[in-house]
């Protein structure tokens, strides 16, 4: 497994924006952005391959979040815009080995400490 430590996360106005990074290093050929509200299940909110670049976005954030690495920092990044009062969450990133599916958390083997956003209006 490898060491993942997400930062960014804070308070944000519903329609503002934030950058979230994950830094460390991992084995795997994807990394992802997952998030989990209070006393529901973690659900997958970005993806991508790596290498490759290629990436899978849930329904509910496409078009508002975009998931960038750079790999020479070792670093993904999740670039929050137009946040909704439904995003507020604690993320958090991993890395894993994965098929098709991109989004499953079961593909994945490391994961962070995730960070929280607080959306208000």
């Known amino acids: 497994e490898g060491q993942l430590m997400e930062s960014g996360g804070g308070s944000v106005q519903s329609g503002g924006s934030l950058r979230l990074s994950c830094v460390g290093w991992?084995?795997?050929?994807?990394m992802a952005w997952f998030r989990q509200h209070p006393g529901k299940e973690r659900e997958g909110v970005a993806a991508?391959?790596?290498?490759?670049?290629?990436?899978k976005y849930a329904s509910f954030v496409k078009g508002r979040f975009t998931i960038t690495r750079d790999n020479a920092a070792n670093t993904m990044y999740l670039t929050m815009n137009n946040v909704h009062t439904e995003d507020a969450a604690i993320y958090y990133c991993?890395?894993?080995?994965?098929?098709?599916?991109?989004?499953?958390?079961?593909?994945?083997?490391?994961w962070g400490q995730g960070t929280e956003v607080i959306v208000y209006t």
């Open positions: 991992s084995y795997g050929n994807c």
């Open positions: 991993a890395a894993g080995n994965c098929q098709e599916r991109l989004l499953d958390s079961s593909d994945y083997h490391s």
């Open positions: 991508i391959w790596n290498p490759g670049g290629g990436t």
